[in-house]
């Protein structure tokens, strides 16, 4: 059994920079590349960003040069460096852990077989 907690949301004026982390307890190496999604209301989920355990990454256009992704092996944590926001990352941010996929596939993470509970990021 996997589970996945999302810490590290809430309100944000734009321009602010929070860090969304995420906690892995179960059996995580099974995982080879972990990532984080959002959904807005009203829309289809949108990968993010990618890392996997080569460290390679990969980021959705939108939020390239602003969110850092990044991950702590020992602490079995992922986060999400998010800076610069806009109201436009206004969403339920979630993390997501799988196998088979590469770090360079953000398109992929919303289909991760593994998931959080997700965090609300709500930019005024």
């Known amino acids: 059994h996997v589970q996945l907690v999302e810490s590290g949301g809430g309100s944000v004026q734009a321009g602010g920079s929070p860090r969304l982390s995420c906690g892995a307890s179960?059996?995580?190496?099974?995982?080879?590349?972990m990532g984080w999604f959002r959904q807005a209301p009203g829309k289809e989920r949108e990968g993010v960003a990618a890392v996997d355990t080569e460290g390679i990454t990969s980021y959705a256009d939108s939020v390239k040069g602003r969110f850092t992704i990044s991950k702590d092996s020992a602490k079995n944590t992922l986060y999400l460096q998010m800076n610069s926001l806009k109201t436009e990352d206004t969403a339920m941010y979630y993390c997501a852990a799988d196998r088979g996929y590469s770090g360079g596939t953000w398109t992929f993470v919303p289909m991760y077989k593994n998931r959080g509970q997700g965090t609300q990021v709500t930019v005024s």
């Open positions: 179960g059996y995580t190496n099974r995982f080879n590349c």
